[in-house]
């Protein structure tokens, strides 16, 4: 390895990018348990979180583009996971809510997200778990 690479690959950003490309790998892998993909996850727990909620509002506010939303939600609906019905306030708009199953399934996520992760932080013991928690909080949340 030459030490232009020893020096590229020592630094922080490029062992954080390492580290959260496993841990998305670890997750997305665990998710295809329930026949998700990461989005759909994402997607699933933003109509949860903010549902009943028109589309468009959902795609803004998890930064998804449009097109791409609606092939989430058709494969979401699709499975039973979602609703899409004509929003009360605006016909025009239609309006996101998770079913029961949908309910159950990101429940069964959660735990599968949650293993995924004790796996990705298995090498480390439990203070450094918790240390490391604390200062990627640290980092995230710096202005």
Known sequence: MT??????????????????ARARGLVAEAL???GLKLMHHAVLAASSEYGPVAQAEL????????????GILNELQQAGL???????????????TV??????VLTRCAALA???NAELLAPLTADEQSQLMVLLKR????P
Do not use: C, F
């Open 3 to 20: 030490a232009a690479l020893q020096r590229i690959q020592s630094l922080p950003s490029w062992l954080v990018g390492r580290v959260a």
């Open 32 to 34: 295809t348990a329930e």
């Open 59 to 70: 795609g803004r506010r998890i930064a998804v583009d449009p097109k791409d939303m609606v």
């Open 82 to 96: 979602v609703l899409r019905a004509p929003d009360p306030a605006d016909r025009r708009k239609n309006a996101i």
């Open 99 to 104: 079913t029961p199953e949908g309910t159950a």
């Open 114 to 116: 949650e293993a995924a």
């Open 139 to 142: 980092v995230y949340e710096a």
